[in-house]
């Protein structure tokens, strides 16, 4: 295999000077969209029992500028107790990404998948504040593996799309 003549050996800068490292650093994290609704005050804080709650996670990502990256976690959470809703959370909490030299294989399983696992913590904290401080229990959501996660959606469209030529065949 020909080499250009001013490569250097894999992962290692160039002899000019220019770099050439795969490179992944977070810029800033930030809460990009809040919302807390307690539609049922007071009556909601004189029920028994524990509510019911349902949590539903979104990922998405887009490029902002030469290799720098905003990837935003969006969880809503539902919570409903003898019927009534006790409390809604919409969060969309993001995280910018400087990401250099990755190659684009590499690109997307690290925005949905790693990027979400780095900010997950700290979206986490912010949702159990926020129930709290809307006089519930803190909510404190268990670890997710967005990696895993992202895995598994990228067979399930693989699978959907065999299903789709061998159905057109």
Not at 1 to 29: F, H, K, R, W, Y
Not at 140 to 166: H, V
């Amino acid at each position: 295999m020909d080499e250009p003549e001013n490569a250097a050996p894999q992962g290692e800068p160039l002899a000019n000077g220019a770099d050439t490292a795969p490179s992944v650093g977070v810029i800033s994290q930030y809460v990009k969209d809040f919302s807390f609704e307690n539609p049922n005050s007071p009556a909601v804080y004189q029920m028994q029992g524990q509510p019911q709650f349902d949590v539903q996670f979104n990922i998405g990502s887009g490029e902002v500028g030469q290799d720098l990256h905003e990837v935003v976690l969006k969880i809503d959470v539902r919570a409903e107790n003898e019927g009534q809703v006790a409390f809604v959370v919409d969060l969309s909490y993001a995280g910018l990404f400087a990401v250099r030299n990755v190659p684009a294989e590499h690109l997307q399983p690290f925005l949905l998948g790693e990027a979400p696992r780095l900010l997950f913590p700290f979206a986490r904290r912010v949702l159990a504040d926020a129930v709290r401080d809307g006089g519930f229990p803190p909510l404190m959501l268990e670890p997710i593996d967005f990696n895993g996660l992202y895995y598994q959606q990228l067979e399930a469209r693989a699978a959907e799309g065999a299903a789709g030529e061998a159905g057109q065949a």
